[in-house]
Every structure is written in C-alpha cells, then in structure tokens.
C-alpha cells in the first residue's frame, strides 16, 4: 500500500563501570522492536539470509552494506538515505532514485530500517523504487514479500508517535501509513465492536480478539486460519484487490512528486475490502464450526 512509512533503537545494555568499561564502544544495530514485529520473513535476518542474493542483506553488497553499518547506530538515527549513501542533490540524473545503485539502496533502506524502526520520506520512495525496478528485471516472489512488507508499514519519526488507541474485539491489521485507509479499519473495528448483532456473535467464540490480515498484495483467492492462544488470526487475499493494488503501487515515485495518494481514493477498493472481510470470516466460522456471522456489517461513521 502507498505509504509514508516507521519508529526507535533498542537501548544497549548498559555496561558496568571500572577500567574495562565499554561504554565507549557504539551500540549495536539490533533489529528495532517495532521493525521485528512487522518485516518477519526470514529474509530480513542478516545471519540466515547471507546466502540468499535476493535478501536485502544477501550477497555480497548486502552484506558489506549491513557489516558497514552494524556499529554505527547513533548515526543512523540522524541520517537520511541519501546522507547514508553520500549522494548528491541529483543522484546520477534519476528523478526516482539512484537506478544504478538498486542494490545498495535496497540493502542501505532496510539497515536503516531495520535499525532504527523509520526511514525518511524520499528515502522510502527510492527504497519503493529500487524494488519496484529490480522486480520487473528479475521477478521474485522476495521481492514482492518486501514491498508489500514496505507499504503496510508505519513510518514515521520517533517524536511524532503516539501510544496506540485502545481497540475492541476486532482488530484490522494493514499498516498505519496509509492515513485514509487505516481510519477506515479503525471505524470499521468500532462499528463492529458496538454493533448488537456482530458483538453477539462474537460473544459465541471462544476467542477473546480476532486479527484480520488482508493481504493487499496477493492475486490469488485465499484464507488463512490460526490460533495464537485466545487470538484467532485470519489472512486472507482476494484477485481483485491485489491487482488494483499491484497497479496502485506499480507507478515511479520520484523525490520531487507528492506521496501516493491512499488506496481508499480508487472508487472500489472500500466494496473489495468490505466483500474480503465478510467472505474471510464466514469461512473462518465455518472451518472453525463457529455460528454464521452477520452478512452485513454496520455503518461506520467518523
């Protein structure tokens, strides 16, 4: 999804005091807390990526760019992308972003990321870009992990974010960069939470909350069932969102253009994601032997 995207280093363990003190030595560029929780592919592990070219720490320059910049996490935390590739004001002519340096900028936005939770904003249109334009000249199921992963992904500095709001039963996990979209997920969750009928069926299950994934991303039709204790985990993907989203997502971003506008400014995405809901979770009742849900679901009003 189009998005701006992110959030702040863990602390180091603070060193004991004496003559062998190592208080001086950099801190370590252990993943981010918040980027964990979210980019959780095996392909963002720096150690069981190394082998693996399409990796953004794999192969070779991955891997330089990454040991580059394992110790110097208090830079990174003041530096931009172009600061971390020390380009100039008109990298190499491309509006979009560095083409000859796909590589690098692709591993330099996910260290970064993966470091201090955030990327700035023409940073994040160069790492989109990079991606966008390596996949079309080597199409790759990792590469289309990674940009769905991006896009769904909050980004913002670390002073501009705030505790998150409390929600009800159900929660509808797409990413937080998309301003439109995700307050659409969130008036839809309260509507759902308040609503006599929906709050009743709820009140059937055994599940104390429901996380509903819809994979934006995906072409093909599917849903997906877990269990994380008392949490019922539903993903699920429809052709037709997908490939508005592909197409939404597929355009060049340049530094100098305004962010992509929300997925909710295409006239059928809020009729596909309501549609994905409700079939997602009358196959999850019925996999689950749980009653029949509502067909429809309540207005939802700012």
Known sequence: MPIDLILVGMPADRPSSGENSESSKPRQASAHPDFAAHFTSVIYDPDDSANDETAPFGGDEGADVYAGWTERVDELERLTLRGMLELDDDPSGAKSGPADLDETTIAAGFVHL?????????????????????????????????????????????????????RGWIRIQVGAGDGPLTRWCRQTEKAMDVDDAWSAWWSTTPFSKLDFYPYLWD??????????????????????????????????????????????????IPDLLISLLLSALHSAASRKQLQTPPDHLPSYAD
Do not use: C
């Open 219 to 268: 072409v093909d039709a599917r849903v997906s069932l877990e269990e994380e204790g008392e949490v019922l985990v539903v993903l699920a993907s429809a052709p037709a969102l997908g490939r508005i989203t592909r197409e939404h997502l597929g355009g060049v971003v340049t530094s100098e253009s305004p962010p992509l506008p929300s997925l909710m400014t295409l006239p059928k």
């Open 114 to 166: 993966r470091t201090t939770g955030w990327i700035d904003r023409e940073g994040a249109s160069w790492l989109r870009a990079a991606l966008v334009r390596t996949d079309r000249d080597n199409p790759d199921a990792e590469f289309a992990t990674m940009l769905q992963d991006l896009a769904t992904y909050s980004n913002s500095p670390p002073r501009a974010r705030r505790p998150p709001a409390k």
